[in-house]
């Protein structure tokens, strides 16, 4: 009993840890830009005392013996996404005063003034009340200056969508790069699963030499570090393309308007290089899974007449369904998620960069705007946690094919 | 047999060369033929843009619809080649052999038979040939060569002399990739080990493993976005009036957690040398779930009886756990081992994201980048260095790959193939 | 890589842009530049956001004249970018470099196209302190000789301090004309409770370039001119008493705990950007702010703070004990050739003309040196205060990490700035980067 109420808290206190982030995560993403950085995340549930400065009025030539207005509308105007509610408590002011110990020198002083006494402001009587309404007399007619004042309110929760409306919106950058990682991680996907079906199959029923160990040797590729090979890809990919610039030169009338280059870091180059850091790991986990599949059902089939073409697609490729989708969705999330090989291999224009790059280049851009930067990050795992969510069960089961093998 | 062997590499010559041309053809032919598809969907954004008066200029929509059209095609394009491949070399295969056998059934079976398994893995093989043995050889040969392509050790020399510019990064980098390697794995394996045991004992077991699992699903940079939110520091100060101070407060969670004021705003990632550790740490929360899977699994598989013979001699849970359960999933403790040792040893991005010109935090891999973003400037020789941190990144990969290749043999042989 | 970080950084808020009409009518006429109908002008630079907006304006302008198109394309990693692709053959026309340093290098591998002495001869002649330009963008070429490849266009002015006329005004503080008033002014607001300043220089991999600025500026205050360039070409060596002294002094400010607002120990794991916005937080965090024209992007409103009052600056005052007149630290980006083509030496003419210059003076984030640019066309009067406060320079020096070569100015330099920051001491941090410098010698 006592073991099992352990268990349930130990779990529960990792879930936790598990959760928390995320909760950070969103909550941030719909806060106002001060208030993302002037108080964590945990506050924002509950009424929070935060300093504002606001402008008692706007110059003008008039003069007056009363300026009214309300601190909650003055503050307001400025930021019409996160409406300021609460309730004021106090207003501080600041001047010099002679020093007690020594009049030739002042000292500054600063005072909360809570709602309810008044402030001596600019030669006049400042009195604001909890709702914000505030009175600003002078016995003579003058034109004061506006006066800009911190004012403390303990304010209300306040969230909105606005952070998500100005990166998906009012921007390119975030949509362009959600295009781009689509075209990117599609054919990422299914152009390696293609061929390491097939190769997957000749390893696992097909017999040819030297078989074995060519399988070690491309099973033991999974752990070079992609790293090494990225400079020599890359000036293979530099020489085709400006072997491809000549060609079409040669071959279209490119040269009018100037687009006869061809880039060497493209969508296909990243295409390319993700299939072949994809097959090792692609290799390994469908031929465990189809060296797995019954051997009579492979041999009638090779009794009946049936050629390895016509097996595998008719046979192996609707058994190992499971497999198969198992290893999309690594990849896809293995794509989607990578930011190396883009950054290496990919096309470095604005509006190709894939969302990993947009999101590291936004954790400098927008070091100083959170809510920004952490709306882009929900945007960016939107579509690879329900990919993930909704196949977790295939996702597990291949897992499982590589890697319990004899467990 | 031996008389076969002409007429095969002739077949062989003949698949390789259609596959050749007509692969690179049929692609820019298919290309061009495409190409209104881009300016039909350009023309249907424009409609969508009247119609839903989008707040963004329409040059925008026409060319992101543009490209939604090029993206279409060229996934169609892409997918559709490579299976016109395997289509092709097997029709040509059979269509040769037919041929050349002139009737002979067995002699023709025999001719596809040998070409056959090459078809299927030609294609594998010759990407990994050429994007990842040739330029991993490649690599090796520049990293000894000075920027003229004389060889020598230089590059070495560079990072390992305590007196040279590169040893001052370096010594941090390989000290932090060791740590990284030790740790995350160990961790990892730890609290997967603890949450499948936990998770399989209480009735909520299979959603408390969904929300460990998902953060799997997360780019490592997103992750870092993520963490950030609780390692930072910083928030806004008090300041002393005669009547109190003003409201102060911690913007990251673990600070306030600990009591810890805005006045610092260091964020823990950033301590000397502790910083290290919360980096890390990103890398744990994300990859536990996938060791607590496998766990789950393998725990599961473990055969009943020895449980309940064990439960017989009255064996505590804990005694369960470490003397019956561990033992039978060892071999799976050891995959996933490996798996997140080659994982953390091309780590790469979660220091990049949130650490990245600090050299206590480097790692070979951030090194790396480092070198060809910063020291590209004003230095000729940035990628026969880079080229050399590969190599010291790959060495330390060495040992794992040799005991992967060998555990591999082994079960293949052990599987009778 | 800092002005890439800068610049880049500016500002996120930038869709498609509208221009107004007519915003090629600027107060000078321009002469004919020819027609090129049809032909492309490939530029890439490390510009994005509003600056790419303004330059794309300025280029507009440059495609209703001589009917080409010029395509821009910016990135953050334009350092790395360009090197690979002005060797792998795929160079832009236009390559825009924030350092003259990498153009530099360029230059010597043969990349780069001269100007011709023409464009020197005009650039001696029309802009402020014209020598010094055609100094900044002269190049040894791959035979050795020196040619004038890079054209300054757009300046950045670094000897700013910035506060808020309100905070000042709250709490009774003058505007210091003289380095010992701006010591004496910041004991004062730590008298006060206050904290006088905010120093962040926490940027990515380029942590550390704020306190390189800083130091530069001190250096030129502490020091002569002619020992700020023998210290760029490390003929002064970077441990000489000067420049440790420079450190120190900067040391005084950035390493009270006093003085900076969050610490000491903030300054490193500040970001740049951040810091500013001290300065208007409530209640406010610091009272100066130490930092290039460019700043106002980063302001809580980006910028509309100068408008109202709540933000101004004053120059980086010298020592009144030391004679060395009024110095300048500032900036700028190099426009150099790469691709040489006909539309492309008519788009360096088009650099020349007054016109050019005020397009982007009134789209603003922008100074010039030209002095044929009418004063009037700056968008706004702080923009016209900074253009006085850089034509009326007695000394102008341009960033020396910039000018020190990658390895030291964008990368010793910065981190070794950053364990000073850290609580490494003076001498340590000016013998390390010595040390470095030795190593690439």
Same mark, same amino acid.
């Given at each position: 009993?006592?073991?099992?109420?352990?268990?349930?808290?130990?779990?529960?206190?990792?879930?936790?840890?598990?959760?928390?982030?995320?909760?950070?995560?969103?909550?941030?993403?719909?806060?106002?830009?001060?208030?993302?950085?002037?108080?964590?995340?945990?506050?924002?549930?509950?009424?929070?005392?935060?300093?504002?400065?606001?402008?008692?009025?706007?110059?003008?030539?008039?003069?007056?013996?009363?300026?009214?207005?309300?601190?909650?509308?003055?503050?307001?105007? @400025?930021?019409?996404?996160?409406?300021?509610?609460?309730?004021?408590?106090?207003?501080?002011?600041?001047?010099?005063?002679?020093?007690?110990? @020594?009049?030739?020198?002042?000292?500054?002083?600063?005072?909360?003034?809570?709602?309810?006494?008044?402030?001596?402001?600019?030669?006049?009587?400042?009195?604001?009340?909890?709702?914000?309404?505030?009175?600003?007399?002078?016995?003579?007619?003058?034109?004061?200056?506006?006066?800009?004042? @911190?004012?403390?309110?303990?304010?209300?929760?306040?969230?909105?969508?606005?952070?998500?409306?100005?990166?998906?919106?009012?921007?390119?950058?975030?949509?362009?790069?959600?295009?781009?990682?689509?075209?990117?991680?599609?054919?990422?996907?299914?152009?390696?699963?293609?061929?390491?079906?097939?190769?997957?199959?000749?390893?696992?029923?097909?017999?040819?030499?030297?078989?074995?160990?060519?399988?070690?040797?491309?099973?033991?590729?999974?752990?070079?570090?992609?790293?090494?090979?990225?400079?020599?890809?890359?000036?293979?990919?530099?020489?085709?393309?400006?072997?491809?610039?000549?060609?079409?030169?040669?071959?279209?009338?490119?040269?009018?308007?100037?687009?006869?280059?061809?880039?060497?870091?493209?969508?296909?180059?990243?295409?390319?290089?993700?299939?072949?850091?994809?097959?090792?790991?692609?290799?390994?986990?469908?031929?465990?899974?189809?060296?797995?599949?019954?051997?009579?059902?492979?041999?009638?089939?090779?009794?009946?007449?049936?050629?390895?073409?016509?097996?595998?697609?008719?046979?192996?490729?609707?058994?190992?369904?499971?497999?198969?989708?198992?290893?999309?969705?690594?990849?896809?999330?293995?794509?989607?998620? @990578?930011?190396?090989?883009?950054?290496?291999?990919?096309?470095?224009?604005?509006?190709?960069?894939?969302?990993?790059?947009?999101?590291?280049?936004?954790?400098?851009?927008?070091?100083?705007?959170?809510?920004?930067?952490?709306?882009?990050?929900?945007?960016?795992?939107?579509?690879?946690?329900?990919?993930?969510?909704?196949?977790?069960?295939?996702?597990?089961?291949?897992?499982?094919?590589?890697?319990?093998?004899?467990? | 047999?031996?008389?076969?062997?002409?007429?095969?590499?002739?077949?062989?010559?003949?698949?390789?060369?259609?596959?050749?041309?007509?692969?690179?053809?049929?692609?820019?032919?298919?290309?061009?033929?495409?190409?209104?598809?881009?300016?039909?969907?350009?023309?249907?954004?424009?409609?969508?843009?009247?119609?839903?008066?989008?707040?963004?200029?329409?040059?925008?929509?026409?060319? /992101?619809?543009?490209?939604?059209?090029?993206?279409?095609?060229?996934?169609?394009?892409?997918?559709?080649?490579?299976?016109?491949?395997?289509?092709?070399?097997?029709?040509?295969?059979?269509?040769?052999?037919?041929?050349?056998?002139?009737?002979?059934?067995?002699?023709?079976?025999?001719?596809?038979?040998?070409?056959?398994?090459?078809?299927?893995?030609?294609?594998?093989?010759?990407?990994?040939?050429?994007?990842?043995?040739?330029?991993?050889?490649?690599?090796?040969?520049?990293?000894?060569?000075?920027?003229?392509?004389?060889?020598?050790?230089?590059?070495?020399?560079?990072?390992?002399?305590?007196?040279?510019?590169?040893?001052?990064?370096?010594?941090?980098?390989?000290?932090?990739?060791?740590?990284?390697?030790?740790?995350?794995?160990?961790?990892?394996?730890?609290?997967?080990?603890?949450?499948?045991?936990?998770?399989?004992?209480?009735?909520?077991?299979?959603?408390?493993?969904?929300?460990?699992?998902?953060?799997?699903?997360?780019?490592?940079?997103?992750?870092?976005?993520?963490?950030?939110?609780?390692?930072? #520091?910083?928030?806004?100060?008090?300041?002393?009036?005669?009547?109190?101070?003003?409201?102060?407060?911690?913007?990251?969670?673990?600070?306030?957690?600990?009591?810890?004021?805005?006045?610092?705003?260091?964020?823990?990632?950033?301590? /000397?040398?502790? #910083?290290?550790?919360?980096?890390?740490?990103?890398?744990?929360?994300?990859?536990?779930?996938?060791?607590?899977?496998?766990?789950?699994?393998?725990? /599961?598989?473990?055969?009943?009886?020895?449980?309940?013979?064990?439960?017989?001699?009255?064996?505590?849970?804990?005694?369960?756990?470490? /003397?019956?359960?561990?033992?039978?999933?060892?071999?799976?403790?050891?995959?996933?081992?490996?798996?997140?040792?080659?994982?953390?040893?091309?780590?790469?991005?979660?220091?990049?994201?949130?650490?990245?010109?600090?050299?206590?935090?480097?790692?070979?891999?951030?090194?790396?980048?480092?070198?060809?973003?910063?020291?590209?400037?004003?230095?000729?020789?940035?990628?026969?260095?880079?080229?050399?941190?590969?190599?010291?990144?790959?060495?330390?990969?060495?040992?794992?790959?040799?005991?992967?290749?060998?555990?591999?043999?082994?079960?293949?042989?052990?599987?009778?193939? | 890589?800092?002005?890439?970080?800068?610049?880049?950084?500016?500002?996120?808020?930038?869709?498609?842009?509208?221009? $107004?009409?007519?915003?090629?009518?600027?107060?000078?006429?321009?002469?004919?530049?020819?027609?090129?109908?049809?032909?492309?002008?490939?530029?890439?630079?490390?510009? +994005?956001?509003?600056?790419?907006?303004?330059?794309?304006?300025?280029?507009?302008?440059?495609?209703?004249?001589?009917?080409?198109?010029?395509?821009?394309?910016?990135?953050?990693?334009?350092?790395?970018?360009?090197?690979?692709?002005?060797?792998?053959?795929?160079?832009?026309?236009?390559?825009?470099?924030? +350092?003259?340093? !990498?153009?530099?290098?360029?230059?010597?591998?043969?990349?780069?196209?001269?100007?011709?002495?023409?464009?020197?001869?005009?650039?001696?002649?029309?802009?402020?302190?014209?020598?010094?330009?055609?100094?900044?963008?002269?190049?040894?070429?791959?035979?050795?000789?020196?040619?004038?490849?890079?054209?300054?266009?757009? +300046?950045?002015?670094?000897?700013?301090?910035?506060?808020?006329?309100?905070?000042?005004?709250?709490?009774?503080?003058?505007?210091?004309?003289?380095?010992?008033?701006?010591?004496?002014?910041?004991?004062?607001?730590?008298?006060?409770?206050?904290?006088?300043?905010?120093?962040?220089?926490?940027?990515?991999?380029?942590?550390?370039?704020?306190?390189?600025?800083?130091?530069?500026?001190?250096?030129?205050?502490?020091?002569?001119?002619?020992?700020?360039?023998?210290?760029?070409?490390?003929? !002064?060596?970077?441990?000489?008493?000067?420049?440790?002294?420079?450190?120190?002094?900067?040391?005084?400010?950035?390493?009270?705990?006093?003085?900076?607002?969050?610490?000491?120990?903030?300054?490193?794991?500040?970001?740049?950007?951040?810091?500013?916005?001290?300065?208007?937080?409530?209640?406010?965090?610091?009272?100066?702010?130490?930092?290039?024209?460019?700043?106002?992007?980063?302001?809580?409103?980006?910028?509309?703070? !100068?408008?109202?009052?709540?933000?101004?600056?004053?120059?980086?005052?010298?020592?009144?004990?030391?004679?060395?007149?009024?110095?300048?630290?500032?900036?700028?980006?190099?426009?150099?050739?790469?691709?040489?083509?006909?539309?492309?030496?008519?788009?360096?003419?088009?650099?020349?003309?007054?016109?050019?210059?005020?397009?982007?003076?009134?789209?603003?984030?922008?100074?010039?040196?030209?002095?044929?640019?009418?004063?009037?066309?700056?968008?706004?009067? $702080?923009?016209?205060?900074?253009?006085?406060?850089?034509?009326? $320079?007695?000394?102008?020096?341009?960033?020396?990490?910039?000018?020190?070569?990658?390895?030291?100015?964008?990368?010793?330099?910065?981190?070794?700035?950053? $364990?000073?920051?850290?609580? +490494?001491?003076?001498?340590?941090?000016?013998?390390?980067?010595?040390?470095?410098?030795?190593?690439?010698?």
């Amino acid at each position: 009993m006592i073991t099992r109420a352990l268990s349930n808290v130990t779990l529960f206190l990792i879930v936790f840890i598990w959760v928390v982030p995320f909760v950070a995560l969103v909550t941030t993403s719909l806060r106002s830009e001060v208030a993302s950085k002037t108080s964590g995340f945990w506050t924002s549930f509950t009424p929070t005392e935060l300093g504002h400065r606001f402008r008692t009025h706007e110059p003008s030539d008039e003069e007056v013996t009363v300026i009214e207005g309300n601190i909650f509308d003055r503050l307001n105007g @400025d930021q019409p996404d996160f409406k300021l509610t609460g309730e004021v408590q106090s207003i501080m002011q600041v001047g010099r005063v002679p020093d007690p110990n @020594d009049d030739t020198k002042t000292i500054l002083r600063r005072e909360l003034i809570p709602v309810g006494e008044a402030l001596d402001l600019r030669g006049g009587n400042f009195v604001f009340a909890a709702n914000g309404d505030f009175k600003w007399t002078f016995d003579v007619p003058t034109n004061p200056r506006p006066k800009r004042l @911190d004012v403390f309110i303990n304010q209300d929760p306040s969230f909105g969508l606005s952070a998500y409306q100005e990166v998906l919106l009012e921007n390119e950058r975030v949509p362009n790069s959600l295009i781009a990682s689509f075209i990117v991680t599609i054919p990422a996907t299914i152009i390696p699963i293609t061929i390491a079906a097939f190769a997957a199959y000749a390893f696992a029923w097909m017999r040819f030499p030297g078989r074995d160990w060519l399988f070690v040797i491309v099973v033991s590729l999974m752990v070079v570090p992609t790293q090494l090979a990225f400079l020599p890809i890359l000036s293979g990919f530099s020489g085709i393309a400006s072997w491809a610039t000549t060609l079409n030169a040669a071959l279209t009338d490119c040269e009018l308007n100037g687009t006869c280059k061809v880039a060497s870091k493209s969508f296909a180059s990243l295409w390319i290089t993700h299939t072949a850091f994809g097959l090792p790991l692609a290799i390994y986990l469908l031929r465990n899974y189809i060296v797995g599949l019954p051997k009579e059902l492979l041999e009638s089939a090779r009794i009946d007449g049936a050629s390895h073409f016509q097996i595998f697609l008719k046979l192996i490729v609707p058994l190992s369904v499971p497999a198969l989708a198992s290893f999309s969705i690594f990849q896809f999330l293995w794509v989607w998620n @990578d930011l190396i090989v883009a950054l290496y291999i990919g096309s470095n224009e604005g509006a190709n960069l894939v969302f990993p790059i947009r999101l590291q280049q936004q954790l400098g851009t927008f070091k100083d705007k959170l809510h920004l930067l952490n709306a882009s990050a929900v945007i960016s795992m939107v579509i690879p946690v329900i990919v993930f969510l909704a196949m977790q069960r295939y996702f597990i089961r291949g897992l499982l094919a590589g890697s319990v093998k004899g467990g | 047999m031996t008389s076969l062997r002409p007429t095969i590499a002739g077949n062989a010559i003949a698949i390789f060369l259609t596959v050749l041309f007509v692969l690179p053809i049929t692609g820019v032919l298919a290309f061009v033929a495409s190409t209104p598809l881009d300016n039909w969907l350009m023309s249907f954004g424009a409609w969508l843009h009247e119609r839903t008066e989008w707040s963004f200029p329409l040059l925008d929509t026409q060319e /992101r619809f543009a490209k939604i059209g090029f993206a279409i095609r060229s996934i169609f394009i892409a997918v559709g080649l490579s299976f016109l491949y395997f289509w092709i070399t097997n029709w040509l295969n059979q269509g040769l052999a037919g041929f050349v056998a002139r009737g002979s059934a067995g002699k023709e079976n025999k001719i596809i038979e040998a070409l056959q398994p090459w078809t299927f893995v030609g294609p594998a093989i010759l990407l990994l040939i050429l994007f990842l043995l040739v330029p991993g050889f490649s690599t090796l040969n520049s990293s000894f060569q000075d920027a003229d392509g004389v060889y020598t050790v230089t590059n070495y020399a560079f990072l390992w002399d305590p007196q040279s510019l590169g040893y001052g990064q370096f010594r941090f980098a390989m000290r932090n990739s060791l740590m990284w390697l030790i740790l995350v794995p160990s961790a990892c394996i730890a609290l997967g080990l603890l949450i499948a045991v936990l998770a399989d004992s209480v009735r909520w077991g299979v959603v408390a493993k969904t929300f460990i699992f998902v953060p799997m699903a997360i780019s490592f940079v997103g992750a870092a976005v993520i963490w950030r939110n609780i390692f930072a #520091g910083g928030g806004i100060e008090a300041i002393e009036t005669i009547n109190g101070p003003t409201p102060s407060y911690q913007i990251g969670l673990l600070k306030a957690l600990v009591g810890q004021g805005p006045e610092n705003n260091e964020p823990l990632y950033a301590l /000397r040398f502790w #910083g290290n550790f919360f980096l890390m740490w990103i890398l744990v929360w994300v990859q536990t779930g996938f060791a607590m899977v496998i766990f789950s699994a393998a725990l /599961r598989g473990v055969p009943e009886d020895t449980i309940e013979a064990a439960t017989i001699d009255g064996a505590s849970p804990l005694q369960m756990f470490f /003397r019956i359960k561990l033992p039978q999933i060892y071999s799976t403790v050891v995959v996933v081992w490996t798996t997140l040792v080659i994982l953390v040893l091309k780590m790469f991005y979660i220091p990049y994201a949130l650490s990245a010109n600090d050299n206590d935090k480097m790692l070979l891999a951030t090194m790396m980048e480092d070198a060809r973003t910063n020291w590209i400037v004003g230095n000729d020789n940035v990628e026969n260095l880079f080229a050399a941190i590969a190599i010291m990144l790959m060495l330390t990969v060495v040992p794992n790959m040799l005991f992967n290749a060998w555990r591999l043999r082994r079960e293949q042989r052990a599987m009778g193939h | 890589m800092k002005r890439i970080l800068t610049m880049g950084v500016a500002s996120f808020a930038f869709g498609a842009v509208a221009f $107004a009409d007519g915003h090629c009518n600027t107060p000078s006429s321009m002469g004919d530049l020819g027609d090129f109908s049809g032909e492309v002008i490939t530029m890439s630079g490390s510009m +994005q956001g509003e600056d790419e907006a303004r330059l794309t304006a300025v280029a507009s302008c440059f495609e209703e004249a001589t009917g080409a198109t010029v395509r821009y394309s910016g990135s953050r990693d334009f350092a790395a970018l360009i090197v690979a692709d002005l060797r792998s053959n795929n160079a832009p026309n236009i390559a825009i470099f924030p +350092q003259p340093g !990498l153009a530099g290098d360029m230059a010597a591998d043969g990349f780069l196209t001269p100007l011709g002495d023409d464009a020197a001869a005009w650039m001696t002649e029309n802009y402020g302190a014209g020598s010094s330009w055609v100094a900044l963008g002269t190049y040894a070429g791959p035979d050795g000789s020196d040619a004038f490849y890079g054209f300054p266009y757009k +300046q950045d002015l670094k000897s700013l301090v910035w506060y808020s006329p309100e905070q000042f005004e709250d709490n009774g503080y003058e505007i210091p004309t003289t380095m010992e008033e701006l010591i004496a002014l910041s004991d004062q607001m730590v008298a006060d409770g206050n904290t006088p300043w905010c120093i962040g220089i926490e940027s990515g991999n380029a942590t550390g370039w704020t306190a390189t600025d800083w130091m530069e500026d001190i250096m030129l205050r502490t020091t002569t001119p002619e020992n700020y360039d023998r210290w760029v070409s490390n003929d !002064l060596p970077f441990n000489s008493p000067e420049v440790v002294n420079a450190m120190e002094v900067y040391g005084q400010f950035s390493r009270n705990d006093d003085y900076v607002a969050g610490g000491a120990a903030s300054v490193a794991t500040t970001f740049f950007g951040d810091a500013s916005k001290g300065l208007f937080s409530s209640p406010a965090a610091c009272m100066m702010h130490r930092q290039a024209s460019f700043i106002p992007a980063f302001f809580p409103e980006a910028g509309a703070e !100068l408008e109202d009052g709540r933000a101004d600056f004053f120059y980086f005052p010298p020592f009144a004990s030391e004679d060395l007149g009024n110095p300048v630290l500032g900036a700028g980006t190099i426009y150099t050739m790469t691709k040489d083509s006909p539309a492309t030496r008519a788009f360096f003419e088009y650099l020349q003309e007054a016109r050019a210059h005020e397009i982007w003076m009134s789209e603003g984030g922008f100074l010039t040196a030209h002095k044929g640019a009418s004063l009037d066309a700056y968008a706004s009067e $702080a923009q016209r205060k900074q253009g006085v406060i850089l034509t009326s $320079a007695t000394t102008f020096r341009f960033d020396a990490s910039d000018l020190m070569p990658g390895a030291i100015g964008a990368g010793a330099f910065w981190s070794e700035m950053t $364990a000073f920051a850290n609580g +490494q001491d003076a001498q340590t941090t000016a013998d390390n980067i010595q040390a470095a410098w030795d190593a690439i010698k």
